[in-house]
């Protein structure tokens, strides 16, 4: 059974960083490798968005609002994937939720809570 889980989120202020990570389990190395990883965010009140993906081979996928400021990136040995945000906005206030996807199939994580306040 694949499980995501998601880690690193928290309270930060305005401009400062956070660094999330999905640790994904129930799936082989090597199957990890061919899974299109991803992070979403949903903000009270609204629908569920993209923030970023990433492929098998490492092309990556931002959101126009998160360019220049939000990078992903996956540890295929790990079974890792990380969203490092750096200048963050209270806009960028959200549950944020790793998801992995592969022939069709979407796997969610728990979610993790990043609030941007001052």
């Keep these: 059974q694949v499980q995501l889980v998601e ?5 930060v202020q305005p401009g400062g ?3 999330l990570s999905c640790a ?13 990883m991803g992070w979403y965010r949903q903000a ?3 629908q569920r968005e993209l923030v970023a993906t990433i492929t ?7 959101a126009d609002d998160v360019k220049g400021r939000i990078t992903i990136s996956r540890d295929n040995a ?8 750096n200048s963050l906005k209270h806009e960028d206030t959200a549950v944020y939720y790793c ?3 592969r022939s069709s199939i979407d796997y ?3 979610g993790t809570q990043v609030t941007v306040s001052s």
């Design 99 to 101: 998801n992995g996807r």
């Design 108 to 110: 969610w994580g728990q």
């Design 17 to 19: 960083s956070l660094r």
């Design 44 to 46: 009270p009140g609204k």
């Design 24 to 36: 994904a389990s129930g799936i082989g190395g090597i199957s990890f490798s061919t899974y299109v």
């Design 78 to 85: 790990k079974k890792m994937v990380v969203l490092q945000m």
């Design 7 to 11: 880690s690193g989120g928290g309270l």
């Design 56 to 62: 098998s081979r490492g092309t990556t996928n931002y």
